[in-house]
């Protein structure tokens, strides 16, 4: 039982007693004795107060049933033991009270961590304290005689710009209690806001937070100062559809705080709601926070003062993390050096050593790499090539295949520094000595190249030179727009040079290639001191890769004209996510996680681009869900925005748009091809997986659990027809019978919420009742928890999933977190819960995280027992 004096507010009920043992029965009747007794009604509590003598009449009859409804309404769990005992409720002499005192139980481990919330400066705003808002003012105020205006002072805390708002309301909240009338403060009255703001009690925190609702300064909120607050917090947020429905939250939280229909809310009840306890029991959580403390103190990093261990203990960690890359490259590096060495030694023997000396062996053994190079640099685009070995063959095991774009622009590196070598030992030193060289000793050159030369355009003017100057011009060009600084339009170009950046530039350029390989083939043949047709091997490197690539796009441009796909829904989001539903080819077979190039001549007949398939391998359609980020994007969206636009509405339709094939609307023709493997595909070799997506890089996420609930919904029907009937009437199909998760973490991360429209149907549909998939959506433009500018979003969203179920961020089941998830909170999490035991992490998104997330991985795999295995898409 807990203790009466840590609760304020009470229920005055009079009980009559008709237990005959009791010793309060009196000889009177029923009707003319009775007993006041004060409860004090909390959640699942109910707290005998006090007990004494009293009398009712008929006329507190209507009073206590209205109360009695009341209190039932309100609490269930109270009326419930009420209704199992056998005494009878009557109202005792019942004051009518403004609202009654009611203090929230501080001693709980949930309330403990709630009181720490409530903060108007975040760790993200660069308020670290007076010194820094004293510069800033100093700043600010340096034209305007010391004084701080009302319109700066959010940028004087520290406050960001969409924070405005919000600042300008805390401003008046802070000089309404202090009576200040005027728009500027002084340094002094800054100090006195700045003290109130950065309390660290949390009553102080309440009340600041409480006077900027209580605009009136009344004591009291009302529903529309609820409403008024409630706009500032989701505009601060940038959660728009909040916005909207401010008026409907506002009507939620006076339900849930006003149930008397008083028309205003207290100070109390908001306490109340700020630190109502989750249901987790502090013991669960006392012993989870031991657990998490033990693996942080195994995680701490630990100085090896040993150089030589040291070093041992790194470079082993090195090889078992990347032994496959390590042995490719090795085997590659060696290729190089003894091609080089080879080619070396060979003109160390001829008699052009004798004229040019060691500079005709470097530019030699050079050229020779670059052949070898420019064979190779193919093999990794090969896609149709690589999904086959990584589907087929078990070359996976060995060979990272993940890697072909790294190994691919590994090798473009190569090749730049092999040309590199290649020219200047021509120029700087082979060209010269030919040219210096005394006419005995430049004699047995004659029959290579010719009478001597006696300037540089002797060598510039022949085949070799024009081929070698072209080759070196067009793979600068494409070279350059390949750099991530031109391709992902990180570089501002004035008109027309910025048509130089983009993928459209990329692509386009990279077909030069084209004529680079056939120059490179007439290089070879005419060489200067090479005569002999099979010694002349740059047909021969490059033959077999060639043909292979060539193979791959023929491939691909009859395999897309032949399966003809029929468009059938369209939807166009906002946030500029088109996205399309396409009839599944015959015999198109895919795994969750892959992807397929899309190609819409409408746009440019020649471009192709590769999107992740969102759609399950047990669904009878093909979907990609496109974010317009570059030029081909944004004209696709924009040509299915105006197909898809309602008529009646103007350009609403630009922003969301929904519209299918039946009804009679002309989509442009779409084809694709592939599918194509991708890392993610390899999701079903681990038992448990953690799924991170940013932003559009949820797509192959999405796939992936789909296919997931498929296989457990197909697993569920096979054991029922082995009850049922004995026998497997799915047993060919294989449907469940390689599926190996048993939990999946899905992390979807997010900037804006209009994002969480993309998946919602997903979300709603594929929710695991079982617990195997468990889901996290994370919208970073909210402030974190704790912070006062999301305080009433997190009340709303509290409400509002516990009464209807549905997150009022996502619009979903799922509910949704605020600011960024700490990752080293979320590996430590499934490594205490999965011990032993080997995770699939896949990432999609931006390279930003990819750093953090596979140094997490590493730290975990190195010094816990749980091994972590990451895997990035190339996003």
Not at 68 to 89: D, G, N, W
Not at 173 to 199: G, H, M, P, V, Y
Request: with cysteine; aromatic share 10%.
């Amino acid at each position: 039982m807990q203790n009466p004096e840590d609760h304020h507010h009470s229920d005055k009920e009079i009980i009559e007693n008709d237990n005959n043992n009791s010793p309060l029965n009196a000889s009177t009747s029923n009707d003319d004795t009775y007993v006041e007794i004060t409860l004090d009604v909390h959640d699942d509590t109910v707290v005998v107060h006090s007990v004494k003598n009293a009398t009712g009449n008929k006329g507190e009859e209507a009073e206590l049933e209205v109360l009695a409804k009341s209190l039932q309404k309100k609490r269930s769990f109270a009326a419930s033991i009420i209704k199992s005992t056998s005494m009878r409720m009557r109202l005792a002499s019942f004051k009518k009270q403004s609202r009654p005192s009611r203090r929230f139980d501080r001693t709980s481990v949930a309330a403990q961590h709630a009181l720490k919330g409530l903060k108007f400066i975040s760790k993200t705003d660069g308020g670290s304290g007076w010194a820094a808002v004293e510069k800033r003012f100093h700043e600010l105020t340096a034209t305007s005689d010391g004084l701080l205006p009302r319109a700066q002072f959010g940028a004087c805390i520290g406050m960001t710009r969409e924070s405005e708002k919000f600042a300008l309301e805390l401003f008046d909240a802070l000089a309404r209690r202090r009576n200040i009338t005027s728009d500027c403060i002084s340094k002094e009255q800054l100090k006195e806001f700045w003290d109130q703001i950065a309390n660290q009690s949390f009553d102080s925190r309440l009340r600041t937070f409480f006077d900027m609702v209580d605009k009136n300064a009344d004591g009291r909120i009302t529903e529309e100062e609820v409403r008024e607050i409630i706009s500032l917090s989701a505009s601060a947020n940038k959660l728009s559809n909040i916005q909207k429905q401010a008026e409907e939250y506002a009507a939620l939280i006076m339900e849930e705080l006003d149930p008397d229909d008083l028309g205003y809310i207290m100070i109390e009840n908001l306490e109340t709601l700020l630190l109502q306890a989750p249901n987790q029991s502090d013991g669960a959580k006392d012993l989870k926070r031991n657990l998490s403390h033990m693996l942080s103190m195994k995680l701490k990093p630990t100085v090896e003062t040993n150089p030589i261990k040291r070093w041992y203990k790194n470079l082993k960690y090195f090889l078992l993390d990347n032994w496959q890359r390590v042995w490719v490259l090795l085997l590659w590096i060696v290729v190089m050096a003894g091609l080089f060495a080879y080619k070396y030694v060979q003109y160390r023997n001829r008699a052009a050593f004798d004229v040019m000396g060691h500079c005709v062996c470097m530019a030699k053994g050079a050229a020779e790499i670059l052949k070898l190079n420019m064979a190779l640099i193919l093999l990794p685009v090969c896609r149709n090539t690589i999904t086959w070995l990584r589907n087929k063959t078990k070359l996976a095991a060995a060979v990272p295949f993940d890697d072909n774009l790294n190994f691919h622009k590994t090798m473009a590196v190569a090749i730049a520094i092999g040309v590199g070598i290649h020219i200047l030992a021509h120029m700087t030193c082979d060209f010269p000595r030919l040219l210096d060289a005394s006419p005995e000793k430049y004699k047995p050159m004659e029959p290579y190249f010719g009478d001597q030369p006696t300037n540089y355009w002797h060598f510039l003017k022949g085949v070799e030179g024009v081929t070698g100057i072209t080759m070196v011009i067009l793979m600068a060009i494409a070279f350059t727009l390949a750099t991530p600084w031109f391709r992902r339009n990180r570089i501002n170009l004035p008109r027309p040079l910025n048509k130089l950046t983009g993928f459209n530039a990329f692509w386009y350029s990279h077909h030069l290639f084209v004529i680079v390989y056939t120059l490179l083939v007439v290089h070879g043949i005419k060489l200067y001191l090479t005569k002999e047709w099979y010694k002349k091997t740059t047909w021969m490197y490059l033959s077999i890769p060639i043909i292979l690539y060539a193979g791959e796009r023929l491939r691909r441009a009859f395999r897309s004209s032949v399966k003809d796909v029929k468009i059938l829904k369209v939807t166009v989001y906002a946030g500029n996510v088109l996205t399309l539903y396409v009839s599944k080819p015959q015999g198109f077979k895919y795994k969750s996680g892959q992807y397929m190039f899309v190609n819409c001549a409408a746009v440019s007949p020649f471009e192709w681009h590769p999107f992740s398939i969102t759609s399950a391998p047990g669904d009878d359609y093909l979907s990609v869900h496109i974010r317009a980020l570059g030029d081909w994007t944004r004209k696709l969206t924009a040509i299915f925005s105006e197909v898809c636009q309602p008529p009646p509405t103007g350009r609403s339709g630009l922003l969301r748009a929904d519209c299918l094939q039946a009804e009679g609307i002309n989509f442009p023709k779409v084809l694709i091809d592939g599918p194509y493997g991708a890392p993610a595909q390899d999701y079903k070799k681990y038992e448990v997986l953690l799924l991170v997506g940013l932003g559009i890089g949820a797509t192959p996420m999405i796939s992936i659990v789909k296919d997931i609930v498929n296989n457990m919904k197909a697993m569920e029907e096979e054991e029922y027809d082995l009850e049922s009937t004995g026998q497997n009437k799915k047993s060919g199909s294989g449907s469940g019978r390689n599926f190996k998760s048993k939990k999946v973490y899905f992390y979807w991360v997010t900037r804006e919420q209009c994002s969480f429209d993309w998946f919602k149907v997903i979300m709603n549909d594929e929710m695991d009742p079982t617990g195997v998939i468990e889901m996290h959506n994370y919208c970073t433009s909210v402030y974190e928890e704790g912070d006062a500018r999301s305080a009433l979003i997190a009340m709303i969203q509290s409400i509002n999933h516990a009464k209807n179920g549905v997150d009022v961020v996502s619009g979903t089941r799922v509910k949704t977190h605020f600011a960024r998830p700490n990752w080293r909170n979320v590996y430590k999490r499934i490594a205490l819960n999965h011990t032993d035991a080997r995770v699939g992490v896949f990432y999609c998104g931006a390279p930003a995280l990819t750093k953090e997330l596979r140094q997490l991985a590493l730290d975990f795999s190195h010094k816990t027992d749980t091994k972590f295995d990451f895997h990035k898409e190339n996003f």
